[in-house]
């Protein structure tokens, strides 16, 4: 799945991952419908907004909303901007004249979460700078902060999502752009070190994803960050402002740069292999003040890719977005003519609809460790997040805890029980979804491979003698299976031969033989299976005993 400046699953959460895929069932067929959204902040004039344009197949953009949000009074200067794995966007606030240095919380249908901005959990927990760029991974939000902003100085901080603490920090960066790589580092675009005497100039920065490198071990901030490529490397001129960054799948950097620093022309947009070396970069040359013609990109900024058009849309003030191909050919049909007043940083999300509209799905996960943290949204057959609706708990549930802060689930124990439901109205005007209801059931269960004894040598034509399942587990169902290939390719189940006991027919020839233990859940439909290890019946040609040896008769 894809979020904001796209977000990488610790391993842990991928082990949990893997258990879903091995040991859920659904009741019903689950798909999704799925969309790109692009998040645009446009910070100028007498109005601050934050624009929202759905992506088709062909890359075409059409704006959700007139504006998606009137930022004034809510999120002054909009800058940074996110979602979390739940599709919770975050939008960073840059309110100099006020004071006011927020990141806030919204909806994908842009609802304000905990408005109150005293609440410090979500709207303060950086009222000591503003967030220039930001993504998340998991729960943790990965923020570019400027604290000094007058002498462009920053830190690179993680917070966590639901308490707000402060998990660690990296410095000494300055940067606009950042992103979440695909390769255990971050990236940004701004300033880079040249040199260990002070000396700085524009280029691409990147640290470590690590949470345990945002620290020096004495409460300080850690120092896991290195230059990655200087401008004389990107091939821009020294004064150059590199600004938007993203990454495709296949680990290529994007970056968008406005040559004579801020908005100044020209601008360039530049693809950057994942061993540092640069693809192709094509130059703007027109006057970033001309922007009547909107056929050009000049004053790029914010940068995003698309995985579903496979395409690169960047914030100019030219055109409002400009999107290119991968190879940067220029696709005016697809760019968003109308300038903006002062576009800034983009993101991008893949919002998806469950259908049908109304699912039940049953998830009966086996042999976990317990306690364990499962996110709920891993739960649903989605490429995206299910951004609209509220998660909901059944008040029975048992041996499950639920936090409404990241819709994640507490497992505590074997044998847990528990239903879940996210439903939406789709009375928002902006709802993509309309009205859906999505029930989860989940369970948990723990069994253990049988024990089969029975390896033996037979005569051919014989029958072999009975074969035994051994489990440590009471009322397991059992399903006996053969092969006459090997122990570990071949098999097939037996018809009929569903008891801890199974004796063989007549055999010709070897044949190895398993048993699958299973046992279903009490709330939730589906099996918990094991196989067991496998037995041999070997056969062989046996003479009978009454002409076994040649017999001479010797008469008198």
Request: glycine letters at 10%.
């Amino acid at each position: 799945m894809k979020y904001i400046f796209p977000s990488k699953f610790p391993n842990y959460l991928i082990t949990i991952l893997c258990f879903l895929y091995i040991f859920s069932f659904s009741s019903e067929a689950q798909s999704c419908v799925c969309y790109d959204f692009i998040y645009l902040n446009d910070t100028g004039g007498p109005e601050n907004k934050v624009k929202k344009f759905k992506v088709d197949a062909t890359g075409v953009l059409t704006e959700i909303g007139n504006p998606w949000l009137l930022a004034n009074g809510i999120v002054d200067q909009p800058h940074g901007i996110a979602a979390d794995l739940n599709g919770f966007l975050y939008i960073g606030e840059r309110d100099t004249q006020n004071g006011e240095y927020n990141i806030q919380k919204f909806t994908c249908d842009a609802e304000k979460v905990d408005a109150d901005l005293s609440t410090i959990t979500i709207d303060n927990f950086t009222d000591d700078g503003y967030s220039y760029s930001h993504f998340s991974i998991g729960n943790y939000l990965y923020a570019n902060i400027y604290y000094d902003e007058f002498n462009s100085y920053n830190e690179i901080r993680i917070y966590d999502l639901c308490s707000g603490d402060l998990i660690g920090c990296q410095s000494p960066a300055a940067l606009w752009g950042f992103v979440a790589g695909t390769d255990g580092y971050w990236y940004g675009t701004g300033w880079t070190p040249l040199d260990d005497q002070g000396n700085w100039g524009p280029g691409i920065v990147r640290g470590s994803l690590d949470p345990a490198t945002f620290t020096d071990g004495a409460g300080g901030c850690g120092d896991a960050l290195e230059s990655y490529l200087t401008a004389d490397a990107l091939g821009i001129p020294a004064n150059s402002q590199a600004q938007g960054i993203a990454q495709d799948d296949f680990g290529n950097l994007y970056i968008s740069v406005s040559a004579g620093g801020g908005f100044s022309p020209p601008s360039y947009i530049l693809k950057i292999r994942p061993d540092g070396s640069t693809i192709s970069s094509l130059i703007d040359t027109a006057v970033e003040a001309d922007s009547t013609d909107n056929l050009n990109w000049g004053g790029a900024r914010g940068l995003v890719w698309s995985q579903s058009s496979n395409m690169i849309y960047v914030s100019t003030v030219d055109d409002c977005i400009a999107a290119f191909d991968t190879a940067l050919n220029y696709i005016p049909e697809s760019s968003v003519h109308p300038p903006g007043v002062f576009p800034k940083q983009m993101g991008i999300l893949t919002e998806c609809c469950p259908f049908p509209s109304e699912i039940t799905i049953d998830t009966l996960l086996c042999n976990l460790t317990y306690p364990v943290d499962i996110f709920l949204q891993d739960f649903m057959n989605c490429d995206g997040v299910i951004c609209e609706g509220k998660w909901n708990p059944n008040m029975e549930n048992i041996g499950i805890d639920f936090n409404d802060c990241d819709n994640s689930i507490r497992i505590n124990g074997d044998q847990a029980c528990g239903t879940f439901t996210l439903f939406s109205d789709g009375s928002n005007a902006l709802s993509q979804c309309g009205q859906f209801s999505v029930t989860l059931n989940i369970e948990t269960a723990t069994i253990a491979a049988a024990t089969v004894t029975g390896d033996q040598t037979i005569c051919e034509g014989d029958v072999p003698q009975a074969l035994k399942a051994t489990s440590s587990f009471i009322d397991m169902n059992y399903q006996w299976q053969m092969s006459t290939t090997s122990c570990t390719d071949g098999f097939m189940d037996i018809a009929g031969a569903t008891s801890d006991t199974y004796t063989p027919p007549t055999l010709s020839t070897t044949t190895y033989y398993r048993v699958i233990s299973s046992k279903g859940g009490n709330c939730t439909t589906g099996l918990c299976e094991e196989i067991s290890n496998c037995v041999t019946v070997m056969t062989e040609p046996c003479c009978p005993p009454q002409i076994c040896l040649p017999v001479t008769v010797i008469k008198n």
